[in-house]
């Protein structure tokens, strides 16, 4: 059993399946909570996958959803460099002692007193109305920052949270574009505490035009550990050149490796008919990285070598813009095989019952000024009916910010969509 990064993966699976709900397969997840944000590109309803990753500096080199971690979140710290410049994490001040808003003795501003100084967070509505904050321990610990950057306390609070969206921006590109991917073809689905409140301003960033929040957003990743379907993973490192022979190699290679993923699914009384991923690690002889290229398991028998180059370009491609027509050989050098039976039973998600007990007026600090706008619950909006921003949709997991230029709709599936308009 592999439970490396089982948390962020099963935010993943959880968003995967609740947005998959409501038509969208083509996803970037975002997962911030209170120390980090974690990214992830999913493409047809899979999560990308990698095998290259590191944890405190020792290589792992087992198959794992290519998940791209920063030092972002509600507890990451706000500080000043050296230079005066502004920074957020990727230090965090934890739960303990927290926030200065926890009152437990925080002295350094976090986002979370940077929310709260913005009023995107409000302290009655904290963790649902069950635990105190105090507003006026943001504001002291963050007077020095803005006094050093020579900004009112609201500026320096807003500017806290612009560099928090270009930092998570940032980390989106490095799971999408710089992998071949373009955001633009992607809805954005966030969760956790945090994510919902930096959703849409990173989604404005990087063009994206739909926003999909799913019900209960603080807690998908609980969700997403009752929700997944039973996947096995089998890898194989094995260097072939691709000539007449290699068809036949990668056939051969394809037929044990399902053959080792299904006598472990008979091992676990699974019963049921899987699909199946399969995927070569690939490169042009003599280069140093790989291109990962799937391959259509139903056209295996047919493959040749001019196919398996072809799909090699077109990835390459993709990925390096170069390569798409190149002579030069082609080598592959690992395999993958994922196997997964689909979860039948899956529980439903579904907006919580508890509501705030009015839909009022409130003043939120966005742009760079007090703008008016709307306060309400998620579990009150219905469906079909328009929340234009700003606005703040409140539940007891999490808090979503509607910016102005920004519209949020409850779906029948409980998945609140923003769209620009």
């Not at 504001?139 to 807003?158: H, K, N, Y």
């Not at 992998?179 to 849409?200: E, I, Q, S, T």
């Not at 290679?253 to 699914?265: D, G, I, K, L, Q």
């Not at 008919?273 to 399969?278: A, H, I, L, R, T």
């Amino acid at each position: 059993m592999n439970a490396l990064l089982s948390g962020p993966a099963a935010g993943v699976m959880g968003a995967t399946r609740q947005a998959g709900l409501s038509g969208y397969s083509n996803l970037i997840t975002l997962d911030m909570g209170g120390t980090s944000t974690d990214v992830c590109m999913v493409t047809d309803g899979k999560a990308q996958l990698t095998q290259e990753y590191s944890i405190g500096g020792l290589p792992i080199r087992v198959p794992l959803i290519d998940i791209h971690t920063i030092g972002a979140g509600g507890g990451s710290m706000i500080w000043a460099d050296d230079g005066g410049m502004l920074r957020v994490g990727p230090q965090s001040a934890g739960a303990d002692p927290g926030p200065a808003c926890y009152g437990r003795g925080g002295q350094v501003p976090t986002l979370t007193d940077a929310h709260v100084i913005r009023n995107t967070v409000r302290p009655e509505a904290f963790l649902g109305g069950r635990m105190a904050i105090f507003s006026e321990r943001s504001r002291a610990v963050f007077q020095p920052i803005a006094d050093q950057l020579g900004m009112s306390l609201e500026d320096a609070a807003d500017s806290a949270v612009q560099l928090t969206n270009a930092n998570v921006g940032r980390a989106i590109q490095l799971v999408s574009t710089e992998r071949g991917f373009d955001p633009r073809d992607y809805v954005l689905v966030p969760f956790g505490g945090a994510g919902p409140l930096h959703a849409a301003s990173v989604a404005s960033d990087l063009g994206i035009a739909q926003v999909v929040v799913p019900p209960s957003a603080g807690v998908i990743s609980a969700y997403g550990l009752i929700a997944s379907d039973f996947t096995q993973f089998t890898s194989l490192t094995r260097r072939v050149r691709v000539d007449d022979s290699a068809p036949d190699i990668v056939r051969q290679t394809y037929a044990s490796m399902a053959e080792e993923a299904s006598a472990r699914f008979r091992a676990l009384n699974l019963e049921g008919e899987p699909s199946v991923d399969f995927i070569a690690d690939m490169r042009f002889v003599g280069q140093a990285f790989e291109v990962p290229v799937r391959f259509d398991v139903s056209t295996l028998a047919h493959l040749t070598a001019d196919d398996i180059r072809i799909r090699f370009n077109e990835e390459h491609h993709k990925v390096f813009f170069f390569g798409g027509a190149s002579a030069k050989p082609v080598e592959l050098v690992s395999f993958r095989l994922g196997m997964t039976l689909v979860l039948e039973d899956v529980p439903v998600l579904s907006e919580s019952d508890a509501t705030i007990d009015h839909d009022s007026e409130i003043e939120v600090y966005t742009d760079r000024a007090w703008r008016k706008g709307r306060l309400t619950s998620r579990a009150s909006l219905v469906a079909g009916e328009p929340v234009t921003g700003p606005a703040l949709l409140e539940d007891p997991t999490s808090t979503l910010f509607v910016p102005t230029g920004w519209q949020a709709v409850r779906d029948p599936h409980d998945n609140t969509v923003m769209t620009r308009v």
